[in-house]
Protein backbone atom coordinates (compact mmCIF):
# COMPACT_ATOMS: atom_id res chain seq x y z
CA UNK A 1 0.00 0.00 0.00
CA UNK A 2 1.47 2.96 -0.94
CA UNK A 3 2.20 5.51 1.63
CA UNK A 4 2.16 10.08 1.22
CA UNK A 5 6.03 9.36 1.07
CA UNK A 6 5.96 7.11 -2.02
CA UNK A 7 3.22 9.04 -3.55
CA UNK A 8 5.34 12.23 -2.89
CA UNK A 9 8.05 10.97 -4.34
CA UNK A 10 6.74 9.76 -7.08
CA UNK A 11 4.89 13.27 -7.78
CA UNK A 12 8.45 15.07 -7.84
CA UNK A 13 10.38 12.49 -9.28
CA UNK A 14 8.37 12.26 -12.75
CA UNK A 15 8.31 9.33 -14.91
CA UNK A 16 10.68 11.01 -18.09
CA UNK A 17 13.32 12.54 -15.10
CA UNK A 18 13.93 9.00 -14.10
CA UNK A 19 14.14 6.98 -17.55
CA UNK A 20 16.90 9.74 -18.52
CA UNK A 21 19.05 9.07 -15.10
CA UNK A 22 18.73 5.28 -15.94
CA UNK A 23 20.05 5.73 -19.22
CA UNK A 24 22.28 7.96 -18.16
CA UNK A 25 24.18 6.59 -15.42
CA UNK A 26 23.94 3.53 -17.55
CA UNK A 27 25.72 5.28 -20.95
CA UNK A 28 28.21 6.99 -18.24
CA UNK A 29 29.24 3.22 -16.57
CA UNK A 30 30.03 2.07 -19.65
CA UNK A 31 32.04 5.37 -20.72
CA UNK A 32 33.76 4.90 -17.61
CA UNK A 33 34.99 1.32 -18.68
CA UNK A 34 35.89 1.68 -22.30
CA UNK A 35 37.65 5.16 -21.49
CA UNK A 36 39.55 3.06 -18.65
CA UNK A 37 40.12 -0.24 -20.60
CA UNK A 38 41.48 1.43 -24.32
CA UNK A 39 43.25 4.64 -22.68
CA UNK A 40 44.95 3.85 -19.13
CA UNK A 41 47.34 0.77 -20.01
CA UNK A 42 47.23 0.00 -16.35
CA UNK A 43 47.18 -3.45 -15.16
CA UNK A 44 43.65 -5.10 -14.21
CA UNK A 45 43.57 -4.08 -10.44
CA UNK A 46 44.94 -0.02 -10.80
CA UNK A 47 42.50 -0.24 -14.10
CA UNK A 48 39.51 -1.63 -11.60
CA UNK A 49 39.89 0.97 -9.10
CA UNK A 50 40.12 3.54 -11.44
CA UNK A 51 36.99 2.87 -13.37
CA UNK A 52 35.04 2.32 -9.78
CA UNK A 53 36.54 6.75 -9.12
CA UNK A 54 35.83 7.58 -12.97
CA UNK A 55 32.29 5.94 -13.31
CA UNK A 56 30.81 7.74 -9.89
CA UNK A 57 32.21 11.02 -11.11
CA UNK A 58 31.13 10.83 -14.55
CA UNK A 59 27.81 9.10 -13.36
CA UNK A 60 27.40 12.36 -10.71
CA UNK A 61 28.16 14.91 -13.33
CA UNK A 62 25.39 13.55 -15.20
CA UNK A 63 23.07 13.37 -12.71
CA UNK A 64 23.49 16.65 -12.20
CA UNK A 65 22.68 17.67 -15.60
CA UNK A 66 19.96 15.55 -16.27
CA UNK A 67 18.36 16.78 -13.29
CA UNK A 68 18.95 20.18 -14.11
CA UNK A 69 16.78 19.39 -17.27
CA UNK A 70 13.65 18.57 -15.21
CA UNK A 71 13.84 21.65 -13.47
CA UNK A 72 15.61 20.00 -10.39
CA UNK A 73 17.38 22.65 -8.29
CA UNK A 74 21.40 22.71 -6.77
CA UNK A 75 21.07 23.27 -3.34
CA UNK A 76 21.99 27.12 -2.77
CA UNK A 77 25.48 27.28 -1.75
CA UNK A 78 25.16 23.71 -0.59
CA UNK A 79 23.37 24.06 2.56
CA UNK A 80 20.43 21.83 3.31
CA UNK A 81 17.53 23.95 3.91
CA UNK A 82 16.27 24.81 7.18
CA UNK A 83 19.42 23.77 8.50
CA UNK A 84 23.25 24.90 8.73
CA UNK A 85 24.33 21.61 7.50
CA UNK A 86 26.77 21.93 3.90
CA UNK A 87 26.87 18.76 1.55
CA UNK A 88 29.89 18.41 -0.78
CA UNK A 89 27.77 16.59 -3.30
CA UNK A 90 25.40 17.58 -6.14
CA UNK A 91 22.35 17.72 -3.95
CA UNK A 92 18.85 18.56 -6.38
CA UNK A 93 16.07 19.80 -4.31
CA UNK A 94 12.13 19.27 -6.61
CA UNK A 95 9.25 20.89 -5.12
CA UNK A 96 5.52 20.24 -4.74
CA UNK A 97 3.24 22.03 -3.65
CA UNK A 98 5.72 23.88 -1.22
CA UNK A 99 6.96 20.49 -0.02
CA UNK A 100 10.56 19.52 -1.22
CA UNK A 101 12.58 16.36 -2.08
CA UNK A 102 15.87 16.35 -2.29
CA UNK A 103 17.61 13.98 -4.82
CA UNK A 104 21.31 12.75 -4.45
CA UNK A 105 23.14 10.13 -5.69
CA UNK A 106 25.23 7.15 -4.13
CA UNK A 107 26.67 4.02 -5.00
CA UNK A 108 25.79 0.25 -3.08
CA UNK A 109 27.92 -2.15 -2.28
CA UNK A 110 25.30 -4.60 -3.74
CA UNK A 111 21.35 -4.56 -4.18
CA UNK A 112 19.59 -3.27 -1.09
CA UNK A 113 22.88 -2.72 0.90
CA UNK A 114 22.54 1.20 2.36
CA UNK A 115 25.36 3.17 0.96
CA UNK A 116 28.64 3.96 2.91
CA UNK A 117 28.21 7.46 4.97
CA UNK A 118 29.62 10.06 4.29
CA UNK A 119 29.29 14.11 5.15
CA UNK A 120 27.13 14.49 2.65
CA UNK A 121 24.92 11.72 2.82
CA UNK A 122 24.75 12.28 7.01
CA UNK A 123 23.59 15.71 6.58
CA UNK A 124 20.79 14.62 4.03
CA UNK A 125 19.54 11.82 6.12
CA UNK A 126 19.01 14.34 9.14
CA UNK A 127 16.17 15.92 7.29
CA UNK A 128 14.36 12.38 7.40
CA UNK A 129 13.84 12.30 11.23
CA UNK A 130 10.38 12.97 11.02
CA UNK A 131 9.92 9.92 9.05
CA UNK A 132 11.34 7.49 11.23
CA UNK A 133 9.42 5.37 12.79
CA UNK A 134 8.78 6.52 16.71
CA UNK A 135 6.29 6.75 19.77
CA UNK A 136 3.71 9.22 18.73
CA UNK A 137 1.86 10.36 21.83
CA UNK A 138 1.08 13.81 20.13
CA UNK A 139 -0.88 12.14 17.89
CA UNK A 140 0.42 14.30 14.80
CA UNK A 141 2.38 11.27 13.19
CA UNK A 142 5.51 12.31 10.51
CA UNK A 143 5.39 15.55 9.29
CA UNK A 144 6.08 16.01 5.87
CA UNK A 145 8.86 18.34 4.87
CA UNK A 146 11.66 18.01 2.79
CA UNK A 147 12.34 14.58 2.48
CA UNK A 148 15.81 13.61 0.80
CA UNK A 149 15.60 10.36 -1.32
CA UNK A 150 18.73 8.48 -3.35
CA UNK A 151 19.15 7.40 -6.88
CA UNK A 152 20.84 4.77 -6.01
CA UNK A 153 23.03 2.17 -7.80
CA UNK A 154 24.90 -1.02 -7.60
CA UNK A 155 27.39 -2.21 -10.56
CA UNK A 156 27.47 -5.73 -11.92
CA UNK A 157 30.26 -7.54 -10.16
CA UNK A 158 30.36 -10.31 -13.12
CA UNK A 159 30.42 -7.86 -16.25
CA UNK A 160 32.48 -4.61 -16.17
CA UNK A 161 30.86 -1.38 -17.45
CA UNK A 162 27.80 -3.08 -16.61
CA UNK A 163 25.47 -1.93 -13.84
CA UNK A 164 23.01 -4.53 -11.62
CA UNK A 165 20.63 -2.73 -10.24
CA UNK A 166 19.27 1.10 -10.14
CA UNK A 167 16.38 2.20 -7.16
CA UNK A 168 15.01 5.30 -5.58
CA UNK A 169 15.58 4.93 -1.61
CA UNK A 170 15.15 7.08 1.37
CA UNK A 171 17.82 6.57 4.55
CA UNK A 172 16.39 6.79 8.31
CA UNK A 173 17.70 9.86 9.99
CA UNK A 174 20.21 7.03 11.80
CA UNK A 175 21.59 5.96 8.94
CA UNK A 176 20.88 2.04 9.71
CA UNK A 177 17.92 0.94 7.03
CA UNK A 178 15.95 1.72 4.36
CA UNK A 179 12.39 3.31 4.89
CA UNK A 180 11.54 3.16 1.47
CA UNK A 181 13.58 1.07 -1.59
CA UNK A 182 11.93 0.52 -4.99
CA UNK A 183 13.76 -0.44 -7.84
CA UNK A 184 13.18 1.97 -10.76
CA UNK A 185 11.02 -1.26 -12.67
CA UNK A 186 8.49 -0.75 -9.77
CA UNK A 187 8.97 3.02 -9.38
CA UNK A 188 7.93 3.45 -12.98
CA UNK A 189 5.48 0.53 -13.18
CA UNK A 190 3.26 2.47 -10.33
CA UNK A 191 4.17 5.97 -12.42
CA UNK A 192 2.43 3.98 -15.73
CA UNK A 193 -0.30 2.90 -13.57
CA UNK A 194 0.93 -0.99 -13.80
CA UNK A 195 -0.38 -1.33 -10.97
CA UNK A 196 -3.22 0.70 -10.26
CA UNK A 197 -4.98 -1.28 -13.10
CA UNK A 198 -8.37 -3.20 -11.98
CA UNK A 199 -8.11 -6.89 -12.39
CA UNK A 200 -8.99 -8.09 -15.76
CA UNK A 201 -12.32 -10.47 -15.65
CA UNK A 202 -12.45 -13.97 -15.27
CA UNK A 203 -12.56 -16.22 -18.41
CA UNK A 204 -15.88 -18.09 -18.42
CA UNK A 205 -13.93 -21.26 -18.38
CA UNK A 206 -12.13 -20.28 -15.24
CA UNK A 207 -15.40 -18.80 -13.41
CA UNK A 208 -15.98 -20.72 -9.48
CA UNK A 209 -18.34 -23.46 -10.46
CA UNK A 210 -21.42 -23.24 -8.00
CA UNK A 211 -22.05 -25.93 -5.45
CA UNK A 212 -25.80 -26.31 -6.30
CA UNK A 213 -26.61 -29.34 -8.58
CA UNK A 214 -28.45 -29.10 -11.67
CA UNK A 215 -31.34 -31.70 -12.62
CA UNK A 216 -30.37 -34.03 -15.60
CA UNK A 217 -33.70 -32.88 -17.54
CA UNK A 218 -32.55 -28.79 -16.90
CA UNK A 219 -29.92 -27.55 -19.48
CA UNK A 220 -26.92 -25.65 -17.79
CA UNK A 221 -27.21 -21.82 -18.12
CA UNK A 222 -24.44 -20.11 -20.94
CA UNK A 223 -23.58 -16.95 -20.03
CA UNK A 224 -24.46 -14.43 -23.17
CA UNK A 225 -20.94 -13.33 -23.59
CA UNK A 226 -20.09 -17.05 -24.55
CA UNK A 227 -19.48 -18.26 -27.82
CA UNK A 228 -23.06 -18.34 -29.72
CA UNK A 229 -23.96 -22.16 -30.90
CA UNK A 230 -24.92 -22.70 -34.37
CA UNK A 231 -28.01 -21.81 -35.03
CA UNK A 232 -29.05 -20.23 -32.12
CA UNK A 233 -29.10 -17.02 -34.21
CA UNK A 234 -31.97 -18.44 -36.44
CA UNK A 235 -33.93 -19.96 -33.32
CA UNK A 236 -33.97 -17.08 -31.79
CA UNK A 237 -35.14 -14.99 -34.70
Known amino acids: MPTPIHQLLRRAFEKELILDLEDRVRAEAVKAFEMVRDRSGLDKKRARELEGQARFRMMEQGFQEVCALHNGKLLDGGIIPNTELKV ?8 VDGRGVILGLAAMPDRKVVPIK ?7 VSINYSLSPRLDFGGSGPKVGD ?30 SFLIYEPVETFLAVHTGAQTEKPAALP ?16 PF ?15 G
Open 118 to 124: NMSRLAG
Open 88 to 95: FQPFMRFE
Open 222 to 236: VPPEAPARKGADKKS
Open 147 to 176: VFALLLISRNREKAGLLDEIAVGVIDSGYT
Open 204 to 219: VAERPKSSVTLRKDVK
